[in-house]
């Protein structure tokens, strides 16, 4: 800041505020831009013409908003009558400030108004009050941003605008805040900062520290080269920030003190908080972002990445150690990007990184169960009898008329493939991957405690936050309502002439606002909204039953279709082509309701008008959630609980429209088509969706952008002079909250341990996905996206009961996959109590049963029954009923019910094991590592040391004080009068220097 006296680079002299308003107008005037930049330095204008700074060169901005400028036509510098009346009063305003301030603080405030008034972007709006292609809605916004601005100025934050950058059409207002400013919102808001004293982190010792060494030494080279990763054996023991107790802290360099993530922060509670009150409703940033008042907010990115104008700055160490491919087998700089980002993004990446790094012993597994079922498949004797030469077993048709009878020697290459899927190990994989569940919560806990640590989070509580606009505006809409139903009721007795009207209408709006802070919203306001909520989210799950059902009808049609195929190929291959046919269809249809969703439960949500941004965001996460996850594993479980058991019997079968018959599984089991349907809709996912959506769209947006804001216009100019850094900013995609990135890991993380039984490999396919995914996402968030709002947060929410929830359920899912979905539980059957000699042999004729084609129903019978050479009088189908022969023939045997309750006794004994094994998993594993614990508890200890030591210090200062006051009265020889009692000095007067009050 200026010193008094002193002409501030960039400023009018101090001493033009002193002025009268005219003469003060003539200096703008006179003086103009073009003085303004001749006062700069050149490394000042360096700085301003990266955009980072105030055009004094001084002030760093530290949040942008943007809002619509239209152009009038006429003279740029006329001064109009309008504008002499707007710079009066603000003349005045200046001049009352300055009786209010000191003097450091008047020059800092001074310097706000030349910046918006001299430049022709703020000519352009003073003229635009009389410009006559503006409407009454622009002059409504102008006025409402000017109302705002005044508030915030109100609130200690400094501005200045830039209408005459190189984007038309755009408005900028760069925002500062002040030192003042800033200690007093780290205090409200509780920051802990590093304070001076610093302590030694306890070390590990003995033979845990040489093997913590040996391995540090190891992964050396996967670690980024950024500073957080270099052993530190001490610590700054932080501190709530108190103005009060400055003297804690190291202010030295009071212009890094609080990094440019924590003052957007700070700017941005501001932002939040500050009210505007046209428009008759008290509304703030949010309603003005809305309403279009303001078209754009965000802070600014730290400086370029790329470029000759290129310093060192975090953003663009980011992007070369973390958003790039190249690193893609190194540790992520977490606590840069927690630097850079805040906490809650932090958090989310290292997440992803535990994530990612968790699934390497699972694909590890995963692959050793594969290769497993790889080397086994010549050695499995059901399918080496399903396909012997010898085999003359004959099926029954798969479908009514079209389709004929078939050996059972065709189905050897999905017998054999399922057994890659469909082998014992499998079994052991479905409990490695609970436990491995298991182990990964725990593990993500701890990994959190330890981030709060290092993070200065320990014992940060989050606090209500702010209302939001919507809500403020439906509470205020309720108190209107309320207030003009008893005013009718008044006015019914009462006959009054139009201006009492017009005062007692004006008298309800003042009334309706004070009931505001009374007023909320409850449950019987929200009805309607709830039963929307309700009916709406039951019938998009209709929708997807109902989509489910079609590509079911899909798959029965084309499958008679392809039978009655002239070509032999054709025939051939009919169930491959259905199936992988009938697979992309569902992903195609999962991606565009996956869509559509989103903005189904973001509308919905809306409707029941949360409170809180945190509320809003719980409750969109769950509908979300809800609706993904439905449309996500619908056409699967179908596949894996459903389909081939709902079918019925030859002679009998169940029918849908009286047409169309139910599918039956293939002879190898369901489980070879729910690892189709599994891996294409979980690739398609993670490759179209996550991957070529996330690249193509941003992309895609961004140059509508461009379009939109006709950089035609100005792309000669802008190969002369370099945009500036919130004008580069503007054209970035906004930041949408991290509910996306969290969404799609979270359904990946169904694909991996819900149905794993039946896709082994999925794990390996998810680490492959997020190695490119956690690059992905941080390119995009460094290089495409405006720089998000750093927000605080310990824990990452709602997503760990949901990752809990799911990992419970994959509990449950994988025991049934394995007891109904697999043969799994048949084979054992039949190996332990039917087999002669406890082998498999013979187990495939075991699971057929026996069917007399004459008892077809009328005109279901194959139009070709003569395709296999001869003709055909006994069908085998894949049941467990009686032959027609028996007693009760085609009746469910006893072998059903024996089969039926295993499994159901497996399904039992695996969901208790697992789920006690993975208790123990979880009481085994603390969630606070014991070192941690030891530093926490440290760190109190030293807190109250510091205390203690600062209060024994202002006693004997007083102690001095009192016993010098005791001397000076004792040697005055007035032995009678009393000692007077000393006045208490604060110890911020005492203790800290001059500059660290405020």
């Known amino acids: 800041m200026a010193n008094e006296g002193e002409e501030t680079p960039g400023c009018l002299p101090a001493s033009c505020a002193e002025r009268q308003p005219a003469h003060f107008l003539q200096d703008i005037v006179l003086h103009g831009k073009f003085q303004l930049l001749k006062a700069l330095t050149p490394e000042e204008n360096t700085q301003c013409q990266h955009g980072l700074y105030f055009q004094d060169g001084q002030r760093r901005v530290d949040y942008i908003l943007t809002y619509h400028v239209k152009r009038p036509s006429g003279g740029r510098y006329s001064l109009q009558p309008s504008r002499l009346l707007t710079d009066n009063a603000f003349a005045r305003s200046l001049r009352r400030g300055a009786r209010m301030r000191p003097a450091p603080q008047e020059n800092s405030r001074h310097s706000d108004y030349p910046m918006s008034s001299p430049c022709p972007g703020a000519a352009d709006e003073e003229l635009g009050f009389q410009s006559d292609s503006l409407d009454y809605q622009e002059d409504d916004k102008r006025s409402r941003r000017e109302e705002f601005e005044r508030n915030l100025r109100d609130m200690g934050l400094e501005l200045e605008k830039d209408e005459d950058g190189k984007s038309p059409g755009v408005g900028f207002i760069k925002i500062h805040a002040p030192w003042n400013v800033l200690c007093r919102e780290a205090e409200f808001m509780k920051l802990k900062m590093p304070t001076k004293k610093f302590y030694e982190v306890k070390q590990s010792s003995g033979v845990v520290e040489k093997i913590n060494s040996l391995i540090s030494k190891v992964l050396e080279p996967l670690h980024p080269h950024v500073e957080e990763h270099q052993t530190n054996s001490t610590k700054h023991l932080s501190y709530s920030f108190s103005r009060e107790k400055q003297h804690l802290f190291d202010l030295s360099d009071k212009d890094s003190f609080f990094d440019s993530k924590t003052r957007s922060s700070i700017v941005f509670e501001i932002l939040k908080r500050t009210k505007c009150t046209k428009a008759k409703y008290s509304m703030g940033m949010t309603s003005l972002l809305g309403s279009g008042v303001y078209t ?83 050695d499995n004797i059901p399918s080496m009898e399903i396909c012997h030469p010898k085999n003359n077993i004959t099926m029954c048709p798969l479908c009514d008329k079209a389709c004929s009878y078939w050996k059972l020697s065709t189905a050897c290459g999905t017998a054999r493939a399922s057994h890659l899927f469909d082998n014992p190990a499998t079994v052991f ?50 108190s209107l309502n309320k207030e003009r139903k008893s005013q009718q009721k008044k006015s019914r007795d009462q006959d009054e002439d139009c201006p009492n009207k017009w005062k007692q209408t004006v008298q309800s709006a003042m009334a309706g606002l004070r009931l505001t802070d009374n007023e909320k919203l409850t449950c019987q306001d929200r009805f309607p909204a709830y039963m929307t909520n309700l009916v709406m989210m039951l019938l998009m799950i209709g929708v997807t039953f109902a989509i489910v059902f079609g590509v079911i009808l899909y798959r029965i049609s084309t499958k008679a279709a392809l039978h009655m195929s002239s070509n032999p190929i054709t025939r051939s291959h009919v169930r491959l082509t259905v199936k992988t046919t009938a697979a992309i269809i569902n992903l195609v249809v999962i991606l565009i309701l996956d869509e559509v969703y989103g903005a189904v439960a973001r509308w919905l949500t809306v409707l029941e008008v949360p409170k809180t941004d945190k509320s809003f965001e719980e409750r969109l996460i769950f509908k979300t959630f809800i609706l993904k996850f439905v449309n996500a594993f619908t056409p699967i479980i179908y596949i894996a609980f459903f389909r081939g058991r709902l079918v019925g019997r030859p002679g009998s079968y169940l029918y849908v429209f009286e047409s169309y018959r139910m599918e039956e599984c293939a002879h190898g089991g369901c ?69 996306p990135e969290y969404m799609e890991m979270i359904i990946q993380f169904g694909f991996v341990t819900l149905f794993v039984a039946s896709f082994p490999l999925a794990p390996l396919f998810a680490l492959l996905n997020n190695i490119i995914e956690i690059r992905l996402d941080a390119k995009k968030f460094v290089a495409e996206l405006q720089r998000p709002v750093a927000a605080r947060a310990k824990d990452i929410g709602i997503w760990y009961n949901l990752l809990r929830a799911v990992a419970k359920v994959a509990v449950i899912i994988n025991a049934f996959v394995i007891s109904f979905t697999s043969d799994f539980i048949p084979r054992l059957v039949y190996q332990y109590m039917y087999s002669p000699d406890g082998s498999m042999h013979g187990f495939v004729n075991h699971t057929l049963s026996y069917f007399n084609v004459s008892h077809f129903q009328d005109g279901k019978e194959p139009m070709d029954p003569l395709h296999l050479g001869y003709p055909v009088e006994i069908c085998r189908y894949k049941d467990y009923r009686e032959p027609p022969w028996s007693g009760t023939p085609y009746e469910i045997s006893k072998e059903f019910w024996a089969v039926l309750a295993v499994r159901l006794a497996f399904v039992i004994i695996f969901q208790n094991v697992v789920m006690l094994m993975s208790d123990i998993v979880d009481w085994l594993i603390p ?57 208490i000095i604060p110890h911020t007067v005492i203790l800290c220097n001059n500059d660290n009050n405020i």
């Open 296 to 378: 754009a907010a965000y802070p600014l990115h730290d400086g370029d990445i790329d470029g000759e104008n290129a310093e060192p700055n975090d953003r663009k160490l980011l992007y070369e150690e973390w958003a790039s491919y190249s690193v893609f087998y190194k540790y992520q700089p977490i606590g840069l990007v927690r630097k850079y980002f805040g906490e809650k993004i932090g958090l989310y990446f290292a997440w992803l990184g535990l994530y990612t790094q968790m699934l390497i012993p699972a694909s590890v597994v995963g692959v050793i169960v594969f290769l497993y079922g790889c080397a086994t498949v010549d």
């Open 671 to 739: 489980l070879m088509e729910l690892c189709i349907q599994l891996s294409i809709t979980m690739l398609g996912k993670q490759l179209i969706q996550n991957n070529l959506f996330e690249i193509g769209i941003p992309k895609l947006k961004k140059l509508i952008r461009y379009i939109r804001s006709k950089r035609e216009v100005f792309q000669e100019e802008e190969r002369e002079k370099k945009l500036q850094r919130y004008e580069i900013d503007h054209f970035l995609e906004p930041f949408a909250g991290l509910t």
């Open 429 to 478: 994989f479905s409990i490695f991957m609970a436990l491995w569940a298991a182990m990964f919560m725990e593990h993500w806990k701890r990994r959190q405690m330890r981030l709060n640590y290092e993070w200065d989070l320990t014992g940060f509580e989050e606090e209500e936050d702010h209302p939001r606009a919507e809500y403020e505006f439906q509470v205020m809409q309720k």
């Open 927 to 983: 969630d606070i590592p014991k070192d941690i614990s030891v530093q926490i508890h440290k760190e109190k200890i030293l807190m109250v040391e510091v205390f203690m030591r600062e209060e024994q210090g202002k006693i004997q200062i007083l102690d001095s004080i009192t016993s010098t006051g005791s001397k000076e009265n004792s040697g005055s020889g007035n032995n009678h009068s009393p000692v007077p009692r000393p006045r």
